[in-house]
T-cell receptor
Framework: EDKVVQSPLSLVVHEGDTVTLNCSYE??????LLWYKQEKKAPTFLFML????IEKKSGRLSSILDKKELFSILNITATQTGDSAVYLC?????????FGQGTRLTINP | NAGVMQNPRHLVRRRGQEARLRCSPMKGHSHVYWYRQLPEEGLKFMVYLQKENIIDESGMPKERFSAEFPKEGPSILRIQQVVRGDSAAYFC???????????????FGNGTRLTVT
């Protein structure tokens, strides 16, 4: 059965810190790995990764995939209170998208 | 371009009643996914549908739950004889089908929060 495991489950840091969120996976017929940010409502799409070693970047957020070791990381630099959210990692196999349990990130001012 | 629309936003049902959750995908999207989220947990896959066709229902409970995506109209997730354990947020997501391209992120609706009393 396809499986996605995120760590840590919860993280509290101060504004301005840099954080790294981890995602490891086991999936049949890997197609892509996606990161989402969820505040109170719908998960919003951040990144989709399909190739190893190619960093995707959007402002202070970046992510990279290692298909050999089956994991991905999401980095957030110079964190702000607006970054507080649950960050979800998901992996797409042949059909469905399987989610991890999420990392709850809290940024304290 | 409107996003994925789900209604109602909140639904309260008594035990034993039926719940119907609706999802209209983004314009041009022909694939719909339903996920369930319990408090403090991740999203659990339930079912993946194309119009008039269930592709993967491996996450659907065997009883009381059903889903459809008719040729016209929204996708419906139906829960019969609801129990307290059905209380959760139910999210719908859609993706396009682009010939020759299988990789596309899912776009989520704002969810329906079902409360069973």
């Amino acid at each position: 059965e396809d499986k996605v495991v995120q760590s840590p489950l919860s993280l509290v840091v101060h504004e301005g810190d840099t954080v790294t969120l981890n995602c490891s996976y086991e999936v049949t017929n890997f197609r892509s790995l996606l990161w989402y940010k969820q505040e109170k409502k719908a998960p919003t799409f951040l990144f989709m990764l399909t190739s190893s070693g190619i960093e995707k970047k959007s402002g202070r957020l970046s992510s990279i995939l290692d298909k050999k070791e089956l994991f991905s990381i999401l980095n957030i630099t110079a964190t702000q209170t607006g970054d507080s959210a649950v960050y979800l990692c998901a992996v797409k196999g042949a059909q469905k998208l399987v989610f991890g349990q999420g990392t709850r990130l809290t940024i304290n001012p | 371009n409107a996003g994925v629309m789900q209604n109602p936003r909140h639904l309260v049902r008594r035990r034993g009643q039926e719940a119907r959750l609706r999802c209209s995908p983004m314009k041009g999207h022909s694939h719909v996914y339903w996920y369930r989220q319990l408090p403090e947990e991740g999203l659990k896959f339930m079912v993946y549908l194309q119009k008039e066709n269930i592709i993967d229902e491996s996450g659907m409970p065997k009883e009381r739950f059903s889903a459809e995506f008719p040729k016209e109209g929204p996708s419906i997730l139906r829960i019969q004889q609801v129990v307290r354990g059905d209380s959760a947020a139910y999210f719908c997501a859609s993706s396009p089908r682009i010939p020759g391209q299988v990789l596309s992120p899912l776009h989520f609706g704002n969810g329906t929060r079902l409360t069973v009393t």
